[in-house]
């Protein structure tokens, strides 16, 4: 009998057949996959439970069909990558419930891989009808569930299969929350940080959670215009949520509070627009001037940001510090990507977009552990059970 390790079990997949949630949902360009990371991720989970002899059957949500069938949210692109990936043909069904699935299933060999509808073209998927989720177990003897991703949401692929069938975290799964539980239970000192992106509100909970645990808290981006303008700056024209005045002002209190290092930009990149080839201008926070707005960090806050980073033992990175899809604004998250790469420590990145920035950086390899979770890690950090991990074997 052949095992494979899954949340901390042996468990024999031999011949049996293993309906495995996955988060493939891929940005998708005119039928081509623009970005198969999350993919490639799941190979691990794939492989293993290939080489334990179970017969492997995919399922993913896409985009957001909102209950409906939509022809350009179909899996048949990611069924193409998955089977280059492999180097085993993957077939595609045009649905995840019902007669044709169970025939299919039934009809599968051990090793076999074969890839659900897209999930999401049901609305009982998001409502977590307990009816829908048992027609989806219905054919499988065992559930893993590697998409850490949707974690955070109890729909009935990742929380309502799990009342009717052994409930395992995949490799990914598996690998999240360790890297994870570690930012929040075991983090080497100095532990700092960086927080960043488009807005304060996506990111309080976190930003609260962490200052308990870290030694200095680095806030850029756009959420860092929330900050400055608490403080009493004007910001012209930057994104800035006036409604998050006070937030801000009680984060920087109890940093201060907790004795902890906040630090916010002390230089900023301005222009008129977002937009590439327009004029820019390195200002003082108090010296924005009204018909522009903030875009990236600026050099002095670079270096003093990276020299923080530098001497860090683990470091958490969410959110650019800047419009980092245009080039003239990416210079301060490129930098503070490189810093974090030259980190002889443990490092997270987390987020779609900062890890798009890093990839940009060209220095993902040197990164401990990508999270692919988006708002479930974030979720997590903020100290949140997650129902879909909850509902799995050996996560606690
Ligand atoms: P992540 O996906 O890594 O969690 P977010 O989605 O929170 O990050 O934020 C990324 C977005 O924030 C990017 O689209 C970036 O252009 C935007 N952003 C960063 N800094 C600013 C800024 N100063 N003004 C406006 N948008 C910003
Ligand atoms: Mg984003």
Redesign the pocket.
């Known amino acids: 009998m052949r095992t494979v390790p899954m949340g901390g079990e042996a468990v024999d997949v031999s011949g049996k057949a293993c309906l495995c949630r996955v988060d493939f949902n891929v940005p998708i360009k005119d039928g081509v996959i623009v970005d198969d990371t999350r993919i490639r991720a799941s190979l691990p989970t794939i492989r293993c439970l290939m080489e334990g002899g179970a017969k492997v059957v995919l399922i993913s949500h896409l985009g957001r069909p909102k209950g409906k069938v939509v022809e350009s949210l179909r899996m048949d692109p990611v069924a193409g990558r998955l089977s280059e990936l492999l180097g085993v043909h993957v077939k595609k069904l045009d649905d995840c419930i019902g007669e044709e699935v169970e025939e299919a299933v039934r009809s599968m060999k051990p090793k076999d891989v074969l890839l659900l509808e897209n999930v999401r073209f049901y609305p009982e998927e998001e409502l977590n009808d307990r009816e829908f989720a048992k027609k989806l177990a219905a054919p499988f003897d065992i559930f893993v569930n590697d998409a850490f991703g949707t974690a955070h949401r109890a729909h009935a692929s990742t929380v309502g299969v799990a009342q009717f069938l052994p409930a395992y975290p995949g490799c990914l799964m598996k690998r999240e929350l360790e890297a994870l539980e570690k930012l929040l239970r075991s983090p080497e000192h100095p532990y700092v940080a960086v927080i ?4 304060v509100s ?2 309080l909970g976190v930003l609260e959670n962490l200052l308990d645990k870290v030694d200095s808290l680095l806030i ?6 929330t900050f400055l303008m608490a403080q009493g700056y004007d910001l012209g024209k ?2 800035c949520e006036n409604d998050k005045k006070e937030d801000a002002l009680r984060v920087m209190k109890k940093a201060q509070e907790l004795d902890k290092q906040l630090l916010l930009p002390v230089d900023v990149v301005v222009a008129e627009r ?1 937009e590439p080839g327009v004029p820019v201008k390195v200002v003082r926070p108090d010296e924005i001037p009204e018909h522009m ?4 960090i600026g050099p002095e806050t670079r270096r003093e940001f990276s020299r923080v980073i530098l001497q860090a033992r683990t470091v958490f990175w ?9 080039e003239q ?1 990416s210079g301060g ?1 490129l930098e503070i990507a490189a810093a974090i790469a030259q980190v002889e420590g443990f490092t997270v990145v ?8 890093v990839e940009m950086a060209g220095c993902a390899d040197k990164i401990s552990h990508l999270s692919t979770g ?1 708002g479930a890690s ?1 979720e997590f950090l903020e100290g949140k059970e997650l129902p879909g991990v909850k509902c799995l074997r050996g996560t606690r």
């Open positions: 960043g992106g488009a807005k996506d990111k850029g981006g756009g959420m860092a215009n930057s994104l977002p707005m903030v875009l990236d969410n959110g650019p510090m800047g419009v980092f899809e245009v604004f998250t987390g987020g779609g977009d900062s890890l798009a920035a988006g974030l």
